[in-house]
């Protein structure tokens, strides 16, 4: 059939198209009608009994199929383990230089990052006490940013919260969700925002850890990346009210004097939504 359809129309393409078959397919079923090896295009071998492939590209298969299988078992234990493999010198990785053996104290240079953060964390505490990061969450397909033990011994996980944890509704969703899992699991839950930094006070309010940092970069909404609250969705505005009332008069008034900036350089309508302007003139 197919080596008629080859004589008479002259060519695989035409063949093909007039069998309603892709080429790679019809060349396929033509080496197949002719008993030969349909490994390759021009494999002059005859294929072993009771196959449609030579020795040579039989076992060539087999190698591909074995690579393949170990390869997708790789990427299903990375995916299903409990913790995936830890970045040993992140520090190196990171704006965070090494503490120096004289001093205790941390240098964070430019805004604050998830790298950056848990960087610090890391130095900070000891071996023992460092979970490791990228947790997998039971029960469901995300995973816990990072976490470590407490001098009480109690699980802390840290989460920080980006943009899009503001911005999505159906991020925020998942976090609640996350967030109950692990309380009741009996696990401390502490959510840092990306609009504040990382500071020897905030370090001290969010973790209870008493380190001296140095930050060059002030609180509040002041890089050219930070997504402004004008584009936070309803749950955005209310995780960010919630987040904002129960900080320090110190660090709360950085970051409205931040926004009041960008009012100047953009707009109000570009920077605050209506509930926050209500919430701004309350205060």
Not at 61 to 86: G, I
């Amino acid at each position: 059939m197919y080596h008629e359809a080859l004589k008479q129309y002259g060519s695989f393409r035409k063949a093909a198209k007039a069998l309603n078959l892709s080429k790679a397919k019809f060349n396929v079923l033509y080496k197949k009608e002719l008993g030969l090896c349909t490994g390759t295009t021009g494999c002059p071998n005859l294929p072993e009994p009771g196959k449609t492939r030579c020795r040579e590209h039989l076992e060539s298969a087999k190698c591909k199929d074995l690579e393949l299988k170990k390869a997708t078992m790789k990427r299903f234990k990375e995916r299903h383990s409990d913790v995936k493999p830890n970045l040993t010198n992140i520090c190196e990785s990171v704006d965070i230089p090494q503490t120096n053996t004289e001093s205790s104290k941390i240098v964070i240079e430019g805004y604050l990052i998830h790298s950056k953060l848990e960087a610090v964390l890391k130095r900070i505490l000891k071996t023992s006490q460092w979970l490791g990061s990228e947790l997998k969450v039971p029960n469901s397909r995300t995973r816990w940013d990072m976490a470590f033990k407490d001098d009480s011994g109690s699980v802390v996980i840290c989460e920080f919260d980006g943009y899009h944890h503001y911005q999505d509704a159906f991020t925020i969703k998942r976090d609640m969700e996350k967030d109950i899992i692990a309380k009741n699991l009996g696990y401390k839950v502490v959510r840092f925002p990306y609009w504040i930094q990382l500071t020897s006070e905030t370090l001290k309010i969010f973790f209870g850890l008493d380190v001296e940092i140095t930050q060059d970069f002030p609180h509040g909404f002041i890089s050219k990346k930070a997504l402004l609250p004008a584009s936070f969705c309803e749950l955005g505005v209310d995780r960010f009210l919630k987040e904002l009332i129960a900080l320090p008069e110190n660090i709360k008034n950085d970051v409205l004097k931040s926004l009041t900036e960008k009012v100047k350089e953009l707009g109000e309508a570009c920077v605050f939504t209506q509930k926050i302007l209500n919430y701004i003139s309350l205060k």
